[in-house]
T-cell receptor, first 113, second 117 residues
Framework: AQTVTQSQPEMSVQEAETVTLSCTYDTSESDYYLFWYKQPPSRQMILVIRQEAYKQQNATENRFSVNFQKAAKSFSLKISDSQLGDAAMYFCAYSGTASKLTFGTGTRLQVTL | GAVVSQHPSWVICKSGTSVKIECRSLDFQATTMFWYRQFPKQSLMLMATSNEGSKATYEQGVEKDKFLINHASLTLSTLTVTSAHPEDSSFYIC?????????????FGPGTRLTVL
């Protein structure tokens, strides 16, 4: 079975600074997708960024980028120029051949002035 | 596009009653929908995969007779919590997979908070 591990329960970053959230996963599959979701206090799950495992190039979406290390099974999220609105729970998730999402335990991100 | 709604957004019920939660894909067709449960300050746990026109597939440890799932159309799945008890109180989230989109991408509803007294 696939597992997703987020080792940072909480992180804090100052506004306009950069923060990196860590995620590692375990799988025996070669074809899969990885996602970062944001869950603000409203609890609506919002897709931040996705990465296809077959793509070597790291995905980027505006201020959000990932560092995908397939051999190390690592998938970290970098948030640049942090904004107050980035404060939320962030979940790393894996989807493989079964097309089900397996979530990590989450990282609560605080953004301070 | 790719909007998923849930109804109700919150519900309070008495112990022993049944509660139905609806999940609708508003602008796309979804043969497959998913139901998750989220306890406070915890992650999402997949309960079951809902398949239009066929039986749902439940994850290990989830009681089929307790959490009834019906997926009668390409835009609607329902989760019925039968004979609810206080331990069923939780946040329930559904998601849907666009029939014409990536098989690995899911669109999430806003969730339903269930409180059983």
């Amino acid at each position: 079975a696939q597992t997703v591990t987020q080792s940072q329960p909480e992180m804090s970053v100052q506004e306009a600074e950069t923060v990196t959230l860590s995620c590692t996963y375990d799988t025996s599959e070669s074809d899969y997708y990885l996602f970062w979701y944001k869950q603000p206090p409203s609890r609506q799950m919002i897709l931040v960024i996705r990465q296809e495992a077959y793509k070597q190039q790291n995905a980027t979406e505006n201020r959000f980028s990932v560092n995908f290390q397939k051999a190390a099974k690592s998938f970290s999220l970098k948030i640049s120029d942090s904004q107050l609105g980035d404060a939320a729970m962030y979940f790393c998730a894996y989807s493989g051949t079964a097309s089900k999402l397996t979530f990590g335990t989450g990282t609560r991100l605080q953004v301070t002035l | 596009g790719a909007v998923v709604s849930q109804h109700p957004s919150w519900v309070i019920c008495k112990s022993g009653t049944s509660v139905k939660i609806e999940c609708r894909s508003l602008d796309f067709q979804a043969t497959t929908m998913f139901w998750y449960r989220q306890f406070p300050k915890q992650s999402l746990m997949l309960m079951a995969t809902s398949n239009e026109g066929s039986k749902a597939t439940y994850e290990q440890g989830v009681e089929k007779d307790k959490f009834l799932i019906n997926h009668a159309s390409l835009t609607l799945s329902t989760l019925t919590v039968t004979s609810a008890h206080p331990e069923d109180s939780s946040f329930y989230i559904c998601s849907a997979r666009d029939n014409w989109g990536s098989v690995n991408e899911q669109f999430f509803g806003p969730g339903t908070r269930l409180t059983v007294l």
